[in-house]
């Protein structure tokens, strides 16, 4: 009894409705009307190169996102310009959607343009944000509605990247992105005067520009535009090695015997990051045999060398669920492939507490799909691994009687839905006596209620293993924590990544 009074008195419960003695100068409330710790711009940032802010949250419009998202990327580029460009050459690999990187990209040059030294960090990695020529071309359609000019040390950049590959390989990303965000690669050249430093490239430029005759590729694209038969269009495809990006939208991306053709020949990442746009397109209605073709494909993926991580597979899956484009043959092929994924994975011998946030704020806009799916993902991960499902309760999957997988897919709604309190998962995984080395909270962050997650975490340590560590896999683009930065025992982690596990196991080991 004395131990308990002990421990009471040791305890902070102070409700999450207000900030922590002593810390209220580095907290602020969530939308919820929950205290964290603000992040300031580097968590902001963080969180938007990652997960986007397309379709906002619970509680904040997308328009209101996107305004504090803009302040928060000129802030944070100005104040770490170094941090900022390291944080966006990651995101590059690990982005979802790499529109969001680059948006950050063009804000971030655009803050520092008045400053010589800073402009140079960030144009130092021009060459790892611009990979591709629709990158190119998105990403100049973010300086021009920012309302920029080509200055000089843009136009530099762009030469080195027109000139730093093999002349036909970049004749082929020119080609095989025509046209994005209103941009065309000639409306560059124009803009920003590229010196070619090769003969071949000199002669594509002047074609792309109007002032010289096509190249043998751009020949067989010209070709392409005259046919009127899909038996004449599949041979000129086989002799330029043409991709579907450079057929005539009008009519043949319209046509299904066009995509019968395309989809087996597409490599395997590019068939799941574009498999929405099939469907769109022409694998929905009557086109059976279309969709048979697709299924067939997707059926394939992750076996011997069609390698896909499981995450860009579940991607796919929720686009497709976003519009209302998914059968139930599709969904299990899909599910089996994500599944498949995990065959080769290295796994960590470290134990983990999971915690699962399904409050009714995580029902918006398929985030307890998101949290099923990062669920699956730590418990393939991690060869210890205890999983829980909390609002301002907590469960776990056994009392629930659901599965994460279940979530995931969609053959399951949330067992939960209330309010949100990530104090009370927290005690009941130590009130179970789970001695786990980190405790994972895949959440929104809109939790309010009960204590706050710190210190109810603190008393877990004292009571349960004092060298565990907390991690947040936030599934919202703010920065408002619930961890707290200045601790090396706790961090947040933009959770809609494909890394997410194997950040989480480095974190660990540390």
Known sequence: MRKNVFDSALSDHTPQSKPLPGKEHRMKSNPAGGYGFDEGAAGIVRRFVVLGIDNGTFYTSEHALARKTVDAIRSYANEDTDGFADLLTY??????????????YAVGLDAVRSNPDKAAKLYEIFNDMIRTGGDMLVFMGYTRALGRGVGRGMRKAISRWYNRRNPQDTEFQIAKYRKRGGFAHEDVVRLAHPRPRSDYLSRV???ITGHGPPTPLFENIEAAKKVSTMSALEEIIKRGKLTWEMIPTDPWHKRPEFWDFMIPRLPPLAFVRHLHRFTDRCISGDHYCLRAKAIDRI????????????????????ELVKRRKLDSAMATELEEAFFRGFTDMERAHSSVAVALDMSGSMRWENRTHMAGALGVLLAKKFIGAHTYYFDTRAVTPDEAGVSPRELAFGRAGSPLGGGTAVSRVIERIEADGVAADAIVIVTDEQSWYGRHPVAAFDDYKRR???NAKLVVLSLAADGISLTDPERSDQMTVAGWTPDAADIVARFIEE
């Open 464 to 466: 349960i293993n004092r």
């Open 205 to 207: 430029f002047r074609y």
């Open 91 to 104: 995101a590059r690999g690990v982005a979802m959607r790499q529109r969001d990187p680059l948006a950050a």
């Open 299 to 318: 059926s394939r993926l992750n076996r011997g060398d069609a390698r896909v991580h499981p995450g860009r597979v579940f991607n796919a899956y929720l």
